[in-house]
């Protein structure tokens, strides 16, 4: 049963447009959710986090927005540059443990 | 600049060999973890440790085994392997940053291939 869900595989974006990545979720035990970025053949390297008790939290292009009442999260990356393309996964962190619970990832492109 | 190494990178061997899969941090973290990934899908956690002589089989089940004798070491290992282990295995340690959430910083991955 997942309980964290991202329904879009992939994603294109122009050079310096908005990207947004959606994220859902189930479990209302969440404490925190965090952001990823996967590049081929390397581990996930962390992006941003944002407690469950806020409802944005912004560091340089990357922004995320939690809305509780949808059980939604957004990242928006803002301008979107090529480097920035690779899989963003969203997790979040259970109250009850420290692993986290990740979706499926979105895969980003953007193109110059 | 890692500071968690996982080796090897990639190996591709025959089935009912016996593989370890090593993992070392180097930043004194107490939680380590081990994730499976196949392409396309989510990171599935088959195993977590939360500190010295201390390991727990994640939500995935998998017939791999691990121990935790040093805090920094956390191996894997697959007695006999299967095509079915053909998969990416990274792993992980964390600590709280001053947000309050729990950082995991992961290493390359190791893919296998078992034929």
């Known amino acids: 049963d997942q309980q964290v869900k991202q329904n879009s595989p992939s994603l294109s974006v122009q050079e310096g447009r908005i990207s947004i990545l959606n994220c859902d979720y189930t479990n209302s035990m969440f404490d925190y959710f965090l952001w990823y970025k996967k590049y081929p053949a390397e581990g996930p390297t962390f992006l941003i986090s944002i407690s469950s008790i806020k409802d944005k939290n912004e560091d340089g292009r990357f922004t995320v927005f939690l809305n509780k009442s949808a059980k939604h999260l957004s990242l928006h990356i803002v301008p979107s540059q090529p480097g920035d393309s690779a899989v963003y996964f969203c997790a979040a962190n259970p109250h009850s443990g420290y692993a986290l619970n990740f979706g499926k990832g979105t895969s980003l492109l953007v193109t110059p | ?115």
């Open chain 2, 1 to 115: 600049e890692a500071d968690i190494y996982q080796t090897p990178r990639y190996l591709v061997i025959g089935t009912g060999k016996k593989i370890t899969l090593e993992c070392s941090q180097t930043m004194g973290h107490d939680k380590m973890y081990w994730y499976q990934q196949d392409p396309g899908m989510e990171l599935h956690l088959i195993h977590y440790s939360y500190g010295v002589n201390s390991t727990e089989k994640g939500d995935l089940s998998s017939e791999s085994t691990v121990s935790r004798i040093r805090t920094e070491h956390f191996p894997l290992t697959l007695e006999s392997a299967r095509p079915s282990h053909t998969s990416q295995y990274l792993c992980a340690s964390s600590e709280f940053r001053t947000s309050g959430a729990n950082v995991l910083t992961f290493g390359a991955g190791s893919r296998l291939t078992v034929l």
